[in-house]
């Protein structure tokens, strides 16, 4: 058994071959108690403390239990994979995907395949974060790959090392504002009047509420002052302005509405 499974106890039963394994079983935080009702034919069920009770003291034939084959209950990965789904709710992927830190970028290997006598590698992220496949993988697998290289890394912290080049969060945010700021500046362009547009402005930056911090009267003044640029206007405002501007439209008008 893995770490995350372990036996606390094996009984043998009153039949030849028959044997029951107690199970403690730590996924995420989470432990639940199973039973493992082994009874030599190639087959086993997996009891709750609740259902083996049910069962086995109380004779309810009805009792809930999962039928697996002795080759599942075999396999450290295969039962872990099993447990996952039934007990704890968890998405059962297609591929069992190890990302594995090799001194030059991230390793990408399926658990549930092998080759050459070890898991079978499907990527390579190299360490400036380009993604290299060469082994067929599912669209799951695919966008789980291409999430953990566009955001995540492995480090070994007794070194201070990563595998892959840091996020730099600055320029996807930067990105992301700037197809904010088209989708808004093709909404100004639809105002079809100066009440419109200030009324806009008005509303974006709170400026109906009593406590409002920012100075609406100027915002609308400098949209002229501007010629009516929207990106020269939006530069020529505060952080603190930018920053409103972005997250009501984020809220309210996010790209695609």
């Given at each position: 058994?893995?770490?995350?499974i372990?036996?606390?106890?094996?009984?043998s039963?009153?039949?030849?071959?028959e044997?029951?394994?107690?199970?403690?079983i730590?996924?995420?935080?989470?432990?639940?108690?199973?039973?493992?009702?082994?009874?030599?034919?190639?087959?086993?069920?997996?009891?709750?403390?609740?259902?083996?009770?049910?069962?086995?003291?109380?004779?309810q034939?009805?009792?809930?239990?999962?039928?697996?084959?002795?080759?599942?209950?075999?396999?450290?990965l295969?039962?872990?994979?099993f447990?996952?789904?039934?007990?704890?709710?968890?998405?059962?992927?297609q591929?069992?995907?190890?990302?594995?830190?090799?001194?030059?970028?991230?390793?990408?290997?399926?658990?549930l395949?092998?080759?050459?006598?070890?898991y079978?590698?499907?990527?390579?992220?190299?360490s400036?974060?380009?993604?290299t496949?060469?082994?067929?993988?599912?669209?799951?697998?695919?966008?789980r790959?291409?999430k953990?290289?566009?955001?995540?890394?492995?480090?070994i912290?007794?070194?201070?090392?990563?595998?892959?080049?840091?996020?730099?969060?600055e320029?996807?945010?930067?990105?992301?504002?700037?197809?904010?700021?088209?989708?808004?500046?093709?909404?100004?362009?639809?105002?079809?009047?100066?009440?419109?547009?200030?009324?806009?402005?008005?509303?974006?930056?709170?400026?109906?509420?009593?406590?409002c911090k920012f100075?609406?009267?100027?915002?609308?003044?400098?949209?002229?002052?501007?010629?009516?640029?929207?990106?020269?206007?939006f530069?020529?405002?505060?952080?603190?302005?930018?920053?409103q501007?972005?997250k009501y439209?984020?809220?309210?008008?996010?790209?695609?509405?």
């Amino acid at each position: 058994m893995n770490k995350s499974i372990v036996i606390l106890e094996s009984i043998s039963g009153n039949k030849p071959s028959e044997q029951f394994d107690f199970l403690s079983i730590q996924i995420e935080n989470q432990t639940i108690i199973l039973v493992a009702h082994l009874r030599g034919n190639g087959y086993v069920k997996l009891f709750t403390l609740q259902s083996y009770y049910e069962y086995f003291v109380l004779n309810q034939e009805d009792a809930v239990c999962q039928h697996i084959d002795q080759a599942t209950y075999d396999s450290n990965l295969l039962l872990e994979r099993f447990i996952k789904h039934h007990y704890f709710g968890m998405p059962l992927f297609q591929e069992e995907l190890m990302f594995g830190f090799m001194g030059n970028g991230v390793s990408v290997c399926d658990k549930l395949r092998t080759q050459n006598h070890d898991y079978m590698q499907v990527a390579h992220i190299a360490s400036n974060r380009k993604v290299t496949y060469c082994n067929p993988i599912s669209n799951e697998g695919w966008a789980r790959i291409e999430k953990f290289a566009e955001s995540e890394n492995i480090a070994i912290d007794s070194q201070g090392i990563s595998a892959l080049s840091p996020v730099n969060k600055e320029i996807i945010k930067n990105e992301e504002n700037r197809k904010l700021l088209e989708h808004i500046s093709s909404r100004f362009k639809r105002k079809r009047s100066y009440l419109d547009l200030h009324n806009e402005i008005c509303v974006a930056f709170n400026g109906l509420s009593k406590d409002c911090k920012f100075d609406v009267n100027n915002l609308i003044s400098a949209w002229y002052r501007n010629e009516c640029d929207f990106i020269r206007w939006f530069n020529s405002m505060l952080p603190d302005e930018q920053e409103q501007f972005l997250k009501y439209y984020r809220k309210h008008f996010p790209i695609g509405s």
